[in-house]
């Protein structure tokens, strides 16, 4: 099946972002693929290279980073979502590209179940 | 479901998307972004359907005053999405009722419906968005 996901919310904060990646994992470790995850709200906080969180405690963004250098996984940023938050093409982790909305449509569009990690 | 799709609609697939409004509209800007969701939506041409439940009823309330808060007051935009072709506006009837609102609070032509009807369209939907 192909899966789209979205991620409402920003990393450490919030239990959606490591659910959405933990949710990403296991449906390509079960041979699913992940057509593209969003992320919009301040989920777009996921994307900053500049997290460094102690050594000690996953890293969150690392992880997004991994998934994409592993499995090509689409990982898009909303761009307007990004401006209101800092989030610029500089702010960017590898892995992550900044692109329009018209990216969450399509990809609701494209996959076959979309599926929303948020409050 | 997407073969059967396609050969129904010519130059493309069209979804069932809904987009669910459960906040209020100040405070945070879950619904101001859910509106540019809502907006952007409309340039691919799917069967597009918004909900208004919980708080998110207050987000089509009439008279909506921003001044002293000083945040934009972006509620004019629901209006327009009529012009948008987004015209299927949904709102739970309990959600209204256990605010104190009625139909007639709102800035926009809704279809008021019950909650157990509510779950059932979204039953009926592609794609599900919220916030």
Known sequence: ?119 | MGDKMEEEYEGGVVKKFMFVNRKAPYGTVYALEVLEMVLISAAFDQDVHVAFLDDGVYQIKKGQDTKDLGHKNFSPTYRALEGYDIEKLFVERESLEERGLSEADLLVDVEVVSRADMAKLMGEMDVVMTA
């Open chain 1, 1 to 119: 099946m192909k899966f789209g996901i979205l991620v409402n919310e920003g990393p450490y904060n919030h239990q959606a972002s490591d659910s959405a990646y933990r949710f990403a994992k296991a449906a390509i470790d079960k041979g699913h693929q992940i057509f593209r995850v969003f992320f919009y709200y301040d989920g777009v906080l996921n994307a900053t290279k500049h997290s460094d969180p102690p050594s000690d405690d996953r890293n969150v963004v690392k992880n997004w980073q991994k998934l994409a250098e592993d499995h090509k996984v689409d990982l898009v940023v909303c761009v307007a979502a990004g401006m209101r938050r800092g989030i610029v093409e500089d702010s960017l982790a590898p892995g992550f590209r900044i692109s329009g909305l018209g990216q969450l449509i399509e990809a609701g569009i494209q996959a076959d179940r979309m599926v929303t990690f948020g409050d």
